[in-house]
């Protein structure tokens, strides 16, 4: 069986295509600027050279279009029909308090998605249209929707409510919902397998850290709370994103610069952050090398953003009231920044959480998962590879086939100590050769 993933985002498209019986990924790629004058997609097959091209995509109606005439294009395509597709996953960021694990799209879902519209302005609509575009495509296979919300709905009251008027949440929807859920629910199913320990036994503080990025305490398997809120904007420092502010700085602002609500949330969304601070980047690597350079607004940036970090850890330390059982790392800084995650761990000896230097700077790849915990470390420190398209994929399998049922009593592949990822593994000794050493820190399943 083939299943087509699609991640629809403000501006982009991320896809994957994977045949199920040989656990291949066929086909992947990204397409970026939907909706500017040119967008750019990038996609590559197995065993085929990589497609780069431009077009104008107004919409993701013509972005979904593209995408699927890339997959049948015989020089760089993976599909000789596009009937080959027996299912597509797709991504939807805010479920609402509805939906507390994946499910098969139907009128009724898609209105539910839409009446929760107004939590994920950003990114629900882009889901929508992505979803109705490819059902347009392929309008006679089953179409799935996995959402970032749902492996949060196990948070406790006390962690999801906030102290406001609880008319608000009753009649507004007004609570915590977290974001980043098949990340968290990923790695710490992988970080399980590390462990020898089921599941559902173990307690982790996970760190997604991307352009976005949220933090995940877990308890006994499950989300108990984690840094986002309502909204993707409350938390730790991103890439744009400012995280935990007063909110009296939005009404302060608007009296201050006569800028409606709409501008300072647009502005606390998409200019501050490392981007804020700096004023000129929201990639972690120009910020360090403006650190290195001298530029004290960077180093200030670095420093903001790792001290949010470890704070958030001591945090979650507390409410799991117990030391968590490993500390993972994952998401493309959390995955190759070893600056990062060292200041993050700085400091935190005293709580039995000890980084080894020398590890540390050797964990950079995506081809395999590695231990940087000094060998005394009370706690294990993990860099887990994500692989959100993989449970996207493995999700809308078990609800065509009848399968499915919630984390905690369904048993994903990537749980299990055998399983592999081949194109990783396929990747893994070009890491080898760039990186000496990096042979002894991966961590190996145990039990």
Known sequence: MIILTLNCGSSSVKYQVYDWDKKDVLGKGVLERVGQAQSDLEHESMGKKEYKGQRACPTHKEAVAWVMEILLDKEFGCLSDINEVKAVGHRVVHGGSKFTQSVKINPQV??????????????????????????????????????????????????????????????????????????????????????????????????????????????NGISVDTSMGMTPLEGLVMGTRSGDVDPAVMSYMCRETGKSVAEIDSELNKKSGLLGVTGKFSDRRDVEKGMKEGDARCKLAHELETYRLRKYIGAYVGALGVMPDALVFTAGVGEFDAAVRARALSGLECMGIKI????????????????????????????IPTDEELVMTEDTYALLTGTYDVHTKYTYTFAQSNYVNKARQAGLPKDLQRLPGLENIIAKPRG
């Not at 399980?192 to 976005?212: E, F, M, S």
């Open 356 to 383: 080894d230097s020398a590890k540390n700077n050797l964990a950079r790849t995506r081809n395999t998962e590695t231990c940087i915990s000094a060998d005394d470390s009370k706690v294990k420190i993990f860099v």
């Open 110 to 219: 898609l209105s539910e998605f839409k009446s929760v519209e107004a939590l994920a302005p950003l990114h629900n609509p882009a889901n929508f249209h992505g979803i109705e575009a490819a059902m347009a495509v392929l309008p006679n296979v089953p179409h799935c929707a996995v959402l970032d919300t749902a492996w949060h709905q196990t948070m406790p009251e006390v962690a999801y409510s906030y102290a406001v008027p609880f008319e608000w949440q009753e009649k507004h929807n007004v609570r915590r919902y977290g974001f980043h859920g098949t990340s968290f629910l990923y790695t710490s199913k992988r970080a399980a397998v590390l462990l020898g320990k089921p599941a559902t036994q173990c307690n982790l503080i996970i760190c997604h850290i991307g352009n976005g990025a949220s933090m995940c305490a877990v308890k």
